[in-house]
């Protein structure tokens, strides 16, 4: 079989689920040739995938960030600067300082905020005839909930929103541009997050910038510099993953009417149904390390300073690990899914999203009886964000 899951154009109709399947049936570590020369492992299997995910001594975030493309070292310095672009020992005290403020109790203290927006965005959609989901309702609820949290200006929030498409889909022709104008975008993005933490250093207020510039780790407090960076990383992540989940949740529910009456009279299966959704959507097709050692990986050696590529999104649908995978079921139990990442780097706003999520599809079922597809949506054209970028829909009121 002919493999290209290099070519962002591979993933317009989704996940390549065939060609997937035979890398882990056939090479589940896998050579393969980059159109710049040289090449990269692609880590197909779930068991695998966390192999490497765990093992952040042999495979490295932080010697060549985490886009399997190669960057010049300029914009590689930058982006280490990014939480998911740091190795220990530098990764662990500004991690414990961000994870502080997304513990469970401070979460369960958010939920009041976060169910008002999405039920302000439910009653602006109610007025719409036909939309496009993802931008016109999905979007939404997470850019406004990150922006909140970080006390952005709401004029500012539609700013925030390009920035991150821009970071996220350069590949695609509508959301993307030239490198240049990526990198610019990267750098505007850290520069208002300098900017934001400057004015906020030592006021004591008690957003999220705030309270990230102002705590100490180790005696030591976040600097401006460090917060630029770390600030790209949850406006974007706050951003497109969210909006990919909540919008690929509500296309499964629209092709699986069963289950969307089942969760609409049962909303407490929200919880492993949004589970399900993450496993089927996993908004990050791969994240990469680098190889910092010779080492063996299901057979196959690696060779110190190789790429290698882990596929969520092939993990996520790995028969090894779970039972008819190509089934959409809300019960699933267990399910180990890897859409937040695994180990070290897991997702830092993996429960902001469960619960932004849960709140959207609370509110959606009490404000609508149904979602009617008038057409079928188009995927954003990138070999890293899993997502649609347009899903033409008319929302269905209750009577």
Not at 157 to 164: A, C, E, G
Not at 186 to 207: N, P, V
Request: charged letters at 25%.
């Amino acid at each position: 079989m002919k493999i290209d899951i290099y070519s962002p154009e591979s993933y317009t109709s989704g996940i390549p689920h065939e060609e997937f399947a035979w890398l882990r049936a056939n090479a589940p570590v896998y050579w393969h040739q980059h159109p710049q020369g040289g090449g990269y492992w692609v880590v197909s299997r779930h068991a695998d995938v966390v192999t490497v995910s765990r093992d952040f001594k042999t495979y490295s975030a932080e010697q060549g960030f985490v886009m399997v493309d190669d960057m010049d070292d300029d914009i590689l310095q930058m982006v280490r600067n990014q939480l998911l672009g740091m190795d220990p020992p530098r990764h662990a005290p500004l991690r414990r300082a961000v994870i502080t403020r997304f513990t469970s109790k401070r979460l369960a203290a958010l939920e009041p905020q976060v169910r008002e927006i999405a039920r302000g965005i439910m009653e602006r959609a109610g007025a719409m005839d036909e939309l496009n989901f993802v931008e016109d309702l999905a979007g939404d609820l997470p850019t406004a909930v990150i922006c909140s949290l970080l006390d952005i200006p709401e004029d500012m929030w539609p700013q925030i929103r390009r920035w991150s498409d821009l970071c996220t889909s350069a590949s695609d022709p509508d959301l993307g541009g030239t490198p240049e104008e990526v990198n610019q975008a990267s750098i505007e993005m850290g520069t208002y997050g300098f900017q934001l933490a400057c004015e906020r250093k030592d006021k004591g207020g008690d957003d999220l910038i705030s309270l990230l510039i102002n705590q100490e780790v180790d005696g030591e407090k976040v600097t401006e510099a460090e917060f630029a960076s770390l600030f790209v990383q949850i406006a974007v992540a706050g951003n497109e993953t969210t909006r990919g989940l909540i919008s690929s949740g509500l296309y499964l529910l629209a092709k699986h009417p069963e289950a969307y009456r089942e969760l609409e009279a049962n909303p407490e299966l929200l919880p492993s149904a949004v589970e399900e959704m993450l496993r089927w959507t996993c908004p990050l097709h791969y994240f990469r390390r680098t190889a910092t050692c010779e080492t063996e990986l299901a057979g196959q050696v690696i060779a110190a300073g190789d790429r290698v590529v882990m596929l969520y999104s092939s993990a996520n649908f790995d028969e090894n690990v779970f039972i008819k995978p190509m089934d959409f079921d809300i019960h699933r139990n267990p399910n180990p899914h890897l859409a937040f990442g695994y180990g070290i780097h897991l997702c830092l706003g993996a429960n902001l999203a469960r619960m932004e999520a849960r709140l959207f599809l609370e509110e959606f079922f009490r404000k609508f009886r149904g979602l009617e597809l008038t057409g079928e949506p188009t995927y954003i054209c990138s070999n890293l964000v899993h997502g649609y970028k347009e899903m033409p829909a008319r929302l269905l009121a209750r009577d």
